[in-house]
């Protein structure tokens, strides 16, 4: 009884005393910035006392407030301030973790009291987002959910963009997981794409529709709905441990997913949850357990959210810039050195890439693609054409005014053949296939333009020109009447407007490359589509199909 008492006093004091080193309740969130700030009161009939705890709580409120105002520009802190001292400021003691006074200097008619204060930022900033200003910062982002789930009791994942109402015999609902997160993320002031309407409004490719969807195909679909970030990731629910003779089963969720901007396809946020849960029905103990799990990784990632959105409203980020029609050399080194040393907020240039008259470069920026865009189209170049083209909430696109010059080279004519010469038509090469003798990439229609590999099970005939086909990545068998048998392409295939085949994965910086993995291969998507552009064959190995980059090693044409 002694040892309990001693220890309720010592940790009872410093609640009792007024110790200028004080800790007040904060959660903490790993993220403090260290201040100095000044309050000041007036001493009404000489009561210091009372003064000298108004101006203390008056520097702490401008510890807060220069902490607010790093993280989000003078202009919004103007435009907001009666919301900020509202519903922040008001309560400025909570986002303090501790404070010590520096010094205090009591005159006839003022306190005044300086401290060095630690401010909780996590706390600030979760205030900020939930109040919409740091959305408001960022263009009010819209963000897409993309989770492949499967709950106890289902034999596969569920996912929405498959498109139709059943999958392999499975409901295709809205899953836990995504309901739990727009929930989350709702409550912080978010904006949601509402995914529901996604198949009436949408054409969703058959390369699409896989649970583990590439980040390009994911972008494609966010793009058709007006998306600019997507939360794309998997959610997986199963049975634990049950105690022998007891009817209550214990059920474990886990959960993992990214978050990347659509136009650049960058990340700004990733995660896990686990949940348990505990329950009679294995379906109801694996829906809470997947709940649980979406919720913690919800708050892991909105706070990395957050934090990425913060930093870059205070202390600037990266706006992609492209630069298209350049013509002379000298006009594009004169357009970047204006960039530089007269568009406000610009810190710093790197140029990622310069080819086919065409430039990509990072700008280091205090703002947001939208003003970059502003000042250029607001800028005189001294007699260069420039035109912004488009701009969206981290990329902007632009025109210098010319053209690339292509050098043109006539081959000489060749001569006739004799009467006597027997002329023979050059054939390809017959490169191996990706793909065994039996296997197919199969389309939905003539002029469908994504497929998928079947392994043919039934012949067409003369009566039935459909065949039947394994489909490898349901998993079932499928009919179709559109197939193609395909091999590598060679370098003279390459011309502008051929067909030519690829795999619609393995994307790196934009580039399609052909996998190794021989599953993939056959469970991925498959895409076709016109050769347009040709330019960087033999500079860096690449070429234009539709509107993609590919691999020259990952081209295809039909197998005859």
Wanted: aromatic share 8%; with cysteine; charged share 20%.
């Amino acid at each position: 009884m002694k040892g309990y008492i001693k220890l309720f006093f010592i940790f009872s004091i410093p609640c009792i005393l007024n110790l200028s080193n004080l800790f007040l309740p904060f959660e903490s969130h790993g993220q403090t910035q260290d201040i100095t700030a000044t309050g000041v009161a007036a001493i009404l009939q000489g009561d210091k006392a009372i003064a000298r705890d108004t101006a203390l709580n008056d520097a702490l409120r401008k510890a807060v407030e220069q902490a607010v105002g790093a993280m989000v520009s003078s202009e919004t802190v103007v435009e907001n301030y009666q919301l900020i001292r509202d519903s922040i400021l008001t309560k400025s003691q909570g986002y303090i973790q501790k404070y010590r006074v520096a010094s205090e200097s009591p005159s006839a008619e003022l306190y005044q009291v300086t401290i060095s204060a630690t401010v909780s930022l996590g706390n600030l900033k979760n205030d900020l987002a939930a109040l919409g200003i740091l959305m408001q910062r960022v263009q009010k982002p819209r963000v897409l959910f993309m989770i492949a789930e499967q709950n106890v009791g289902q034999e596969f994942y569920i996912f929405w963009w498959y498109g139709k109402s059943e999958f392999k015999g499975q409901q295709v609902d809205l899953s836990v997981s995504e309901t739990a997160l727009k929930e989350e993320f709702l409550s912080k002031g978010f904006n949601v794409v509402d995914s529901s309407v996604a198949t009436g409004r949408i054409e969703i490719s058959n390369a699409y529709r896989i649970a583990d969807l590439a980040d390009a195909g994911a972008i494609s679909i966010g793009r058709q709905l007006g998306a600019e970030v997507i939360v794309k990731g998997k959610a997986l629910a199963k049975e634990g441990p049950r105690t022998a003779g007891s009817k209550v089963g214990s059920y474990i969720a886990d959960i993992t997913a990214t978050a990347f901007r659509v136009d650049n396809g960058s990340v700004i946020g990733s995660g896990r949850g686990h949940g348990v849960s505990r329950n009679i029905s294995g379906v109801t103990g694996g829906t809470e357990a997947i709940e649980k799990a979406a919720r913690e990784m919800a708050g892991k990632m909105v706070d990395q959210i957050v934090a990425k959105w913060s930093g870059e409203v205070s202390g600037g980020g990266l706006v992609q810039l492209t630069v298209r029609g350049i013509g002379e050399y000298s006009d594009f080194v004169k357009f970047k050195d204006i960039i530089q040393g007269q568009i406000r907020g610009v810190q710093a240039i790197y140029q990622r890439s310069l080819e086919a008259g065409t430039a990509v470069l990072d700008i280091d920026m205090k703002g947001n693609a939208q003003s970059l865009a502003d000042e250029i189209a607001r800028k005189n170049f001294g007699g260069i054409p420039v035109k912004v083209l488009g701009a969206s909430a981290n990329t902007v696109e632009v025109s210098l005014g010319g053209a690339p010059s292509v050098k043109v080279i006539i081959p000489p004519p060749t001569p006739p053949p004799t009467v006597e010469a027997k002329v023979t038509p050059l054939s390809a090469p017959q490169l191996p296939s990706p793909l065994e003798a039996d296997e197919y990439l199969v389309f939905g229609g003539e002029d469908d333009k994504s497929g998928w590999v079947g392994k043919m099970l039934t012949s067409p005939t003369a009566t039935n020109p459909e065949g039947e086909f394994l489909h490898y990545a349901w998993g079932k068998k499928e009919w179709g009447r559109f197939f193609k048998q395909i091999r590598p392409s060679t370098a003279s295939e390459l011309t502008l407007g051929s067909l030519v085949y690829f795999f619609d994965g393995n994307i790196k910086d934009g580039v399609y490359y052909f996998p190794t993995d021989k599953a993939q291969i056959r469970r991925g998507g498959w895409w076709r589509d016109v050769v347009t552009d040709t330019s960087m064959i033999n500079t860096r190995g690449i070429v234009t199909v539709g509107d993609w980059k590919v691999d020259i090693s990952s081209t295809f044409v039909e197998k005859k």
